[in-house]
């Protein structure tokens, strides 16, 4: 048994990281009451906690490669454990996107460790095994994060964040009672500028769709971030370039295969994941269900994804990951094309045939998709390649959920124009921050009735709006996986544990 106990310690670390991804989803309409949140404040909530991960998770690989991974995975917890108190603990909207923000940089410290102590810690067949439990963990955390969220709301959505900290305190004591402690030997100096860069251009994309989603795409708050984030984007490339020891090696990109493969898992968790925010509004907002029986709503995303990715996952990895992902991203947006069948006298059920064929999707892809990458990179960038399929995956939540918001206002706004009421930009914003009972109480009894199905119809117009962005999605990733990947299956050797293609120096 004591030989699994540092898996059990990594895979706790692992599971809160990411469960606190999608557990907060259920939580907005309470949140957004409680704090008076608007909606640009709603969708940084959930945009900053995966902006961090994916802007700081390769430079804090190269840090704990340096100074030591298990300490730079107990930082995380530590960093992670306080941050999750001061969510919970938020007296205002800007308190606790500011905590959710450090949640991320613990979280990233986490994440960036995780594959590499296992790979430290297990070899041949365990190493094989434990790769496959904490693949079982990483689909379990996303798919039971809602349902989660919704029992802990159901007690305060303070709660959501509470919970974290005995769990965090179980992985501390395990990590330092059973994992040892690794670095690699003549690892280089953290690519700082290179962390920078990437993390003020990343920002500044996400800072400037969500203004557009909030004020509309014509106004220089919106489009002007957005613009000077591409541009430092397009100087983190140049610098880059230039390094010896960069942070990611941009070079890797003239592989079709590794471009396919990166563009497959940013449009995957953008396809799969950041719609439910918008769904998980409604179903408490405008169809009234309490947080428990909304997050219960997405047991069939959650239950299928982690049956298919159990069932099938040890085959498909011997599958070629151009088949395996580029279909698993169609049965995505196949599936989100089944939610845009949402109207307005829809109840929660409509979105129970959508949510099973994403389900699939997700557990389709997810479990091949580090493979496939380390297979399309040179063993020497093993590491950098992993460390790149998760930067992309929480960039395209990220990017998913602040883009997602402009096209709902869009439409939402649309619909409360035409219906007549008077400044539909602001109340669409104030709709898509779940604030409808709000809206409502505050109106003249009389109309109220009438005023409910406007807002009902709206509501329903900007999410379908949404659902066929994220069918659109999914379907172009797969499209541009099954055109770009190489279609040959992952060889032999990369089947099993990811390695970074050196051996690790035991710390004295």
Partial sequence: MRTWLPLVAICTGTFILLIDVTIVNVALPDLATDLSTSFDQLQWVVDVYALALAALVLGTGSIADLYGRRRVFLVGLVVFAMASLACGLAPSAGWLIAARGLQGIGGAAMFATTIALINDCYEGRDRGTAFGVWGAVVGAAAAL???VGGALTELSWRWVFFVNLPVCVVAVVLTLAVVGEFRQSGAPRPDAPGIALFTLGAGAVVYGLVEAAATGWGQPRAWGPIAGGLLVLGLWVLVELRRDAPMLDVRLFRNRSFTGIMIGALLLNAAAFS????????LQSIEGLSPLRAGL????LSFMSFAVAAGTGRFLQTRSPRLVLGSGL???GAGALLLAFVDAGSSWTVLVPGLA???IGVGVSNPTLASAALAAAPRERSGMASGAVNTARQLGLALGVSILGAVFTAAAGATLRDGGLPDPAATASALSAGQAPVILAGADPAARPGLGDLLAAAYTDGLRDAFLACGAAG?????????LVRAQAPAVQRQGAPEDGREPTPAR
């Fill in 330 to 332: 169609v049965l995505i």
């Fill in 357 to 359: 064929v994403m389900g």
């Fill in 145 to 147: 994060g809602p349902i």
């Fill in 475 to 483: 379907l172009l990733g797969g499209l541009l996986v099954f055109w």
């Fill in 297 to 300: 709503v997405f047991i069939p």
């Fill in 275 to 282: 719609e439910l925010v918008y769904a998980s509004l409604w």
